[in-house]
């Protein structure tokens, strides 16, 4: 092999090198590139996305005030329930005091 034939055979090495990187590029560049009508798609999804997640945010803070408001509610009727229990012992023991009280006056009576 003389330095002509050299030459051209590792321009034609080169060269089709050349051409399959060129080619290459191409390929990736088909397969990764994103057309518009994705673009757009893509920006409405994150924005219905964002849409969402202020609802999911608003719907746990009405749930946190509701809890709050029926945790309240429960402490107050509790505390109504024992004062109620209260009341209703001590009007037991009085009605119990009241017929001890009526039966002693009726025994002195008889």
Not at 31 to 42: C, N
Not at 54 to 62: G, K, L, V, W
Not at 90 to 95: I, P, T, V, Y
Request: glycine content about 2%; charged content about 30%.
């Amino acid at each position: 092999m003389n330095r002509t034939e050299f030459i051209i055979a590792t321009a034609i090495v080169l060269f089709v090198a050349f051409c399959m990187g060129w080619f290459a590029n191409w390929l990736v560049h088909k397969f990764i590139r994103v057309s518009q009508s994705d673009v757009g798609e893509l920006e409405k999804m994150a924005q219905e996305l964002h849409e969402a997640e202020e609802t999911r945010d608003q719907a746990i803070t009405y749930l946190q005030q509701r809890e709050a408001e029926l945790t309240n509610q429960l402490s107050q009727t509790e505390a109504e329930l024992a004062a109620t229990m209260d009341g209703l012992r001590e009007a037991r023991r009085e009605a119990e005091e009241m017929r001890i009280h009526i039966e002693k006056v009726t025994a002195k009576s008889v």
